[in-house]
């Protein structure tokens, strides 16, 4: 059985009890290094992730020798969302094969931090999906909330802006949630194609001038 479990946004703090139970019965765990060094697993019983992870990944799956043994592979904040479910399955594990055990979410730290409720908006995700960006560039136009994952924050707002959102539009960005090198603050989106952003950023767009 292959467990693909959410590890949060990546402080200790948010990791659920299923998940750490979860590990700490595992045969073998796998995930980056930065995941891994959320629990206390021996050297022996864990796989670090690189770059490669794909290619990693498939290997995993295809292994005949781990088919009776457990399994599990951290993804970052929940695998549901900008996660590793989606990967998995389309490198051929099969559902049946496979528990997902849930994390929270970035996202979710994101609306708590600024205190929304996240049902009112619209969420999406550019990791990968270069095609999201027209989606974006609407619900902005139509200054509807989006609460957004960029995947270049400064090359993202360009974008934006050279499709015609006035550039003086502000929105929140919120780095490194949950890590000691958090940062949260609100600019215009020519202020952010100034700057660099961290790789770890949510963004969200409350429809309105904040």
Request: aromatic share 6%.
């Amino acid at each position: 059985m292959i467990y693909i479990v959410g590890i949060g946004p990546g402080d200790k703090d948010y990791l659920t009890l299923k998940a750490i139970k979860i590990v700490e019965n595992a045969d073998l765990v796998v995930g980056s290094k930065r995941a891994l060094e959320l629990f206390n697993i021996d050297k022996d019983k864990k796989i670090i992730l690189t770059k490669n992870l794909i290619d990693e990944l498939k290997e995993l799956i295809k292994n005949k020798d781990i088919k009776n043994k457990k399994i599990v592979i951290l993804s970052t904040g929940d695998p549901c969302f900008s996660g590793l479910l989606k990967t998995l399955l389309k490198i051929g594990a099969k559902k049946e094969d496979i528990e997902v055990i849930s994390g929270i979410s970035s996202i979710q730290i994101a609306a708590a931090k600024l205190k929304i409720s996240w049902e009112d908006y619209n969420i999406i995700t550019l990791h990968g999906k270069s095609e999201n960006k027209e989606k974006l560039l609407n619900l902005i136009k139509n200054h509807e909330k989006v609460i957004f994952l960029p995947n270049n924050l400064k090359e993202d707002a360009k974008f934006l802006i050279d499709n015609g959102i006035n550039p003086n539009t502000k929105i929140w960005v919120l780095e490194n949630l949950t890590y000691s090198n958090e940062k949260i603050s609100l600019k215009s989106l020519k202020e952010i194609i100034k700057e660099d952003f961290s790789y770890l950023t949510v963004c969200i767009y409350r429809g309105e001038d904040d």
